[in-house]
T-cell receptor
Framework: NAGVTQTPKFQVLKTGQSMTLQCAQD?????MYWYRQDPGMGLRLIYY???????DKGEVPNGYNVSRLNKREFSLRLESAAPSQTSVYFCASRNGTGIFYGYTFGSGTRLTVV | AQSVTQLDSHVSVSEGTPVLLRCNYS??????LFWYVQHPNKGLQLLLK??????LVKGINGFEAEFKKSETSFHLTKPSAHMSDAAEYFC????????????FGSGTRLSIRP
């Protein structure tokens, strides 16, 4: 099925460990996004990539890095995990950056940092 | 400042009765507005969107929303609730002034009583 695929679905890290969350979309979308979801706070943008070869910071970028590997793939890296990064992470894509485009979301990665 | 407020964190209705999930926004420009649904342990799915065409927007699964500029509201309704509607619903506004910036409401959890 066409859509956004995230791996892994679940992960437990120790404080200070690093890991990369993977995201791939097969809809030929130009823009890709990483959000985190915390209770009562909706979704907050971490980083986005408006097109292949570009990345920009969102609302809460500290502690994260991203790579837009190609048009399909957009990864999120935690270099030194902290308990404050315990969250559910969603990757999303859309066909453009205009205000009329809706998002297609992946099913999420539930990350716990202990 | 632009913002979106979902007025109820939790709504509970009986199966077969109407659903009303309330959303108010604040924006200096004409916004695009979206409703997303998230079922447990799933990603977000687009329900419907308003993009300055008809003010009454019909979405999937019998949901609809009406854009009321004078009230700065975009409430989500459904005439008759079904058990499968139990989920979390997010109101989202995209800002005309910054196409990459969208704001998520904090979410409304909808429970359906048998």
């Amino acid at each position: 099925n066409a859509g956004v695929t995230q791996t892994p679905k679940f992960q437990v890290l120790k404080t200070g460990q690093s890991m990369t969350l993977q995201c791939a979309q097969d809809m030929n979308h130009n823009s890709m996004y990483w959000y985190r979801q915390d209770p009562g706070m909706g979704l907050r943008l971490i980083y986005y990539s408006a097109s292949e070869g570009t990345t920009d910071k969102g609302e809460v970028p500290n502690g994260y890095n991203v790579s837009r590997l190609n048009k399909r793939e957009f990864s999120l890296r935690l270099e030194s995990a902290a308990p404050s990064q315990t969250s559910v992470y969603f990757c999303a894509s859309r066909n453009g950056t205009g205000i009329f485009y809706g998002y297609t979301f992946g099913s999420g990665t539930r990350l716990t940092v202990v | 400042a632009q913002s979106v407020t979902q007025l109820d964190s939790h709504v509970s209705v009986s199966e077969g009765t109407p659903v009303l999930l309330r959303c108010n926004y604040s924006s200096s420009y004409s916004p695009s507005l979206f409703w997303y649904v998230q079922h447990p342990n799933k990603g977000l799915q687009l329900l419907l969107k308003y993009t300055s065409a008809a003010t009454l927007v019909k979405g999937i699964n019998g949901f609809e929303a009406e854009f009321k500029k004078s009230e700065t509201s975009f409430h989500l309704t459904k005439p008759s609730a079904h058990m499968s509607d139990a989920a979390e619903y997010f109101c989202v506004v995209t800002l005309y002034s910054s196409a990459s910036k969208i704001i998520f409401g904090s979410g409304t959890r909808l429970s359906i009583r048998p």
